[in-house]
């Protein structure tokens, strides 16, 4: 399963996401975390010292190692220069598993020790002014978008990206690569207005967005965002004093998260399993090629000299029956 959690800055995505994280962990599932969120706090949040968490590799650093690997034997992929990072895959090129040993993980995953398990932890890196705008050839969240584009992920293994409601993700469709997104909201004008916004774009899509209220104290705090986003809302957040003393410094065993959040946790993972059935590779594999063709007419062409319309397999659809080269 491929779950984003999304939102307005300062939202919580990053604290939810790993207690999400940490959740899945303590179950004994497979998980990959992935921070594309502009502040890159995740590693830290799951428990890296600072030291640990700058020394993590940056996949927007390791683009070139990451595109050559993908494309593998793909012919209509001349190389990696012309590959952009919305390129689908096609035949010949390689996929990616959960839970598999590759050259990806090998160059931008980490092994990070939670309660319970392990995750393998990927990191974007930060970002600089130059990535906050539009589509953009070295946009951080390529190296996401490509991972998520040629991974054949099964029920019950979950890569959990933490990331921005940005114009960069709507441009590119990294919005529609997920069985279903959180939108992280405070109950506050500001909290939801990123959720219509986000709504707006996904409605034409296909993709299952669901609310998460966080920092929510009380009945009228509830009020307000069943009034608001109505039945997308899913579960809520309270102020959690686990998170508090993780933030110090002290984090308390994930055993003794609150009951209350533990039952949100539970939720969110229900949801998410519940989107297994919803499932369609056809629609997900048509929808990165209108995202590519959109991309490669809009900038790709004339940036690479090269026609990446042609990069379209127009027979290949992503999927669990489709063997990976050798
Ligand atoms: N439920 C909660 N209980 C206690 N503290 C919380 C909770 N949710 C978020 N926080 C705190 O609020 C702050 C912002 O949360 P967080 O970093 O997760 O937000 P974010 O959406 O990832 O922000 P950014 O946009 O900066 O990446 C953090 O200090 C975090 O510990
Ligand atoms: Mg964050």
């Given at each position: 399963m491929k779950i984003?959690?999304?939102?307005?800055?300062?939202?919580?995505?990053?604290t939810l996401s790993s207690l999400f994280i940490r959740h899945l962990a303590a179950a004994g599932a497979?998980?990959?975390a992935v921070d594309a969120d502009i502040n890159q706090h995740l590693g830290a949040a799951l428990g890296l010292e600072e030291a640990e968490a700058a020394a993590l590799p940056a996949m927007g650093d390791r683009l070139p190692l990451i595109k050559d690997y993908l494309r593998g034997s793909n012919p209509r992929i001349a190389s990696a220069e012309t590959m952009i990072k919305t390129t689908p895959p096609g035949e010949g090129s390689r996929l990616l598993r959960v839970s598999e040993n590759n050259p990806l993980y090998d160059a931008c995953a980490r092994e990070v020790e939670l309660d319970g398990g392990t995750v393998r932890l990927m990191v974007t890196?930060?970002?600089?002014?130059a990535d906050l705008g539009v589509a953009c050839y070295h946009s951080k969240t390529g190296a996401v978008e490509l991972y998520l584009n040629h991974l054949v992920d099964g029920r019950d293994e979950y890569v959990v990206v933490d990331m921005?409601?940005?114009?960069?993700?709507?441009?590119?469709g990294m919005f529609t690569r997920f069985d279903i997104t959180f939108l992280v909201a405070e109950p506050?004008?500001?909290g939801v207005s990123v959720y219509r916004q986000y709504?707006?774009?996904a409605r034409d899509f296909g993709v299952v967005l669901r609310v998460v209220g966080n920092k929510v104290q009380g009945q009228d705090d509830l009020d307000f965002l069943r009034a608001e986003v109505g039945e997308d809302l899913l579960v809520t957040v309270g102020h959690s004093d686990w998170v508090r003393a993780m933030e110090k410094g002290r984090p308390p065993r994930f055993a003794l998260l609150e009951d209350a959040n533990r039952r949100a946790l539970h939720t969110l993972q229900a949801a998410a399993d519940a989107t297994y059935e919803l499932r369609d590779w056809e629609r997900y594999t048509q929808q990165m090629v209108h995202f590519h063709l959109k991309n490669a007419a809009s900038w790709g062409n004339e940036r690479t000299g090269a026609d990446l319309a042609a990069q379209v397999d127009p027979g290949f659809v992503l999927g669990e029956g489709v063997a990976t080269p050798a």
């Open positions: 984003a959690f999304v939102g307005k800055g300062g939202s919580g995505k990053t497979p998980v990959v890196g930060p970002f600089t002014d921005t409601a940005g114009s960069d993700s709507f441009a590119s506050t004008r500001k709504k707006e774009y």
